[in-house]
């Protein structure tokens, strides 16, 4: 079977009635994190991840694929209407999103977000769909030595985007790496920073920990820095797609922020927050209209909006095929096929074809879905915002303690969770990256399993850069590093962008 039978077969898979409904669900379920402050749709997605046990790997990577373009979406709702960003990614939506909603009306400005967010979406589903498999064909030649030098890739760029924090960055990563490794040793057996204690002997969970930084920690940080806020919404918002000819005068910006955001989508730990920063910030350099940016310009709404929704689906690429997350999203899908003992990379794509082109097939249905859901969540928003805050914290605290537990119905790890949980407040509250640390306990041992196996079989560590594959990784790896030690040109840019993928990413 061909590249076109297999799609044509993945995108059955994909509409069939239970699946479909599920990646609606997820759709939902992401607009509405993404959509009310405070709860971001990372945090959705952690507290789903134990819940997709009881799913197929395809069904699983479909709800939470749903939660992920419908949560990059969100939060352009309240940041437009209230101008209160629902996440990070947003904030930049802020800018210029709200004055036009206060000068011509909300609709039209939610008008502009959903038709830019949409273009945005479906350009980066096409290139997941086209780009992943002949970049997957290239990675078929990767043997151990390649893996380990993408995964160490992985590892350091996070330190890339935050490079105007790098010791924090590194502390946080090293400290996911030392969690990552509590438990037996793959290679020998022997137990290691367990200091006596049984309950360590099997390891900290990485769910466990995605769940406590994450979700508990952003209650936490919510309650120390409470506020009680009006965030009625008097109008109702009953928008749809922009007209052709609309569309034709903000090509230029959308075409520039897809350009922009499909990308950054690609560089792993970048994530849709970097590419709404970096794309409102080259508009308005470009832009002839680039000096009244901030007071309601379209093109400052629609390039932010492209951009971060164009993340998507080229975050998608260095998962599936190397098995390195491009964004926090992509992080967690990827620890759901770990959990369904499904591991990324090129040989996924001659093992499961039909699994790998049913995740293509879903991503290009859930941003067509996601104008709908999106258009539904926005008409209720006013009904959202006006539930107590109290009872959504609530509510997310006690399915996060249920996700806990049910990731190995083992009490301990409700305990582990609190835990991590209070660090997460306190690394917020001190401007400790968590990115790293969390892709610290997911790639760190996946790296030194490839290590391992590459001196064992090899015999030298020149093979990380006498083979022409990961010579080349290895550079870009140092190519990161050196890139962030320079200082940074623009302050408030770089700090805004690594403080918000901080506060939504992984």
């Keep these: 079977m061909d590249a076109l039978g297999y799609l044509a077969h993945g995108m059955a898979a994909a509409v069939e009635p239970f699946n479909f409904t599920i990646m609606i669900v997820g759709l939902f379920i992401g607009v509405i994190a993404g959509a009310v402050p405070g709860i971001s749709f990372v945090n959705a997605m952690a507290l789903s991840l134990p819940f997709t046990y009881l799913m197929s790997p395809l069904v699983a990577m479909m709800f939470l694929g749903g939660i992920y373009v419908g949560g990059v979406f969100g939060g352009s709702i309240s940041s437009i209407l209230v ?9 930049p939506s802020c800018w210029d999103g709200y004055p036009i909603g206060q000068r011509d009306g909300v609709v039209h400005a939610l008008s502009i977000a959903i038709t830019a967010s949409a273009i945005g979406g479906l350009f980066s589903a096409m290139l997941l769909t086209f780009a992943a498999p002949p970049f997957a064909r290239f990675a078929l030649t990767f ?10 890739l992985g590892l350091v760029s996070v330190l890339a985007i935050c490079r105007g924090n790098l010791l924090m960055g590194l502390i946080s990563l090293f400290l996911g790496i030392a969690l990552g490794s509590i438990g037996a040793d793959p290679l020998y057996g022997v137990n290691r920073l367990t200091f006596g204690s049984e309950l360590l002997e099997n390891g900290i969970d990485f769910v466990v920990v995605m769940i406590g930084i994450f979700a508990i920690g952003e209650v936490l940080e919510a309650f120390s820095a409470w506020e009680q806020l009006d965030l009625s919404v008097k109008e109702k918002a009953k928008m749809g797609l922009l007209s052709l000819g609309d569309i034709w005068k903000l090509k230029g910006s959308i075409a520039r922020g897809t350009a922009v955001g499909s990308m950054i989508g690609v560089i792993p730990g970048a994530g849709a927050a970097v590419g709404a920063f970096v794309a409102y910030g080259l508009e308005k350099q470009f832009n002839k209209r680039g000096e009244e940016f901030g007071t309601g310009i379209e093109d400052g709404l629609a390039a932010p909006e492209a951009s971060k929704n164009a993340t998507t689906g080229t975050a998608m690429i260095p998962l599936l095929t190397l098995g390195i997350p491009g964004s926090a999203g992509a992080a967690i899908m990827l620890a759901a096929l770990m959990l369904h003992h499904v591991q990324p990379g090129p040989l996924l794509f001659t093992k499961e074809p039909e699994l790998i082109y049913a995740i293509f097939a879903s991503f290009t249905l859930a941003n067509i879905c996601m104008i709908f859901v999106s258009m539904i969540v926005a008409r209720s928003f006013g009904l959202l915002m006006r539930t107590d805050p109290i009872i959504l914290y609530a509510f997310i605290l006690v399915l996060s303690l249920l996700g806990a537990f049910a990731v190995r119905n083992n009490v301990a790890d409700i305990f582990i969770c609190l835990a991590f949980g209070i660090i997460g407040y306190f690394m917020r509250r001190h401007n400790f990256p ?31 850069f006498t083979r022409p594959a990961s010579a080349v990784l290895m550079l870009l790896t140092f190519a990161f590093v050196g890139w962030s030690l320079f200082p940074r040109r623009s302050i408030r840019t770089s700090a805004s962008a690594c403080d918000a993928e901080t506060s939504s990413s992984i």
């Design 143 to 152: 043997d151990q030595p390649e893996f380990f030098a993408a995964t160490l």
């Design 83 to 91: 101008n209160i960003p629902g996440d990070p990614d947003s904030v």
């Design 434 to 464: 968590t990115a790293p640390l969390v892709l610290g306990v997911i790639l760190g041992p996946l790296a030194e399993a490839y290590f391992m196996t590459s001196v064992a079989s090899y015999g030298t560590l020149t093979v990380f």
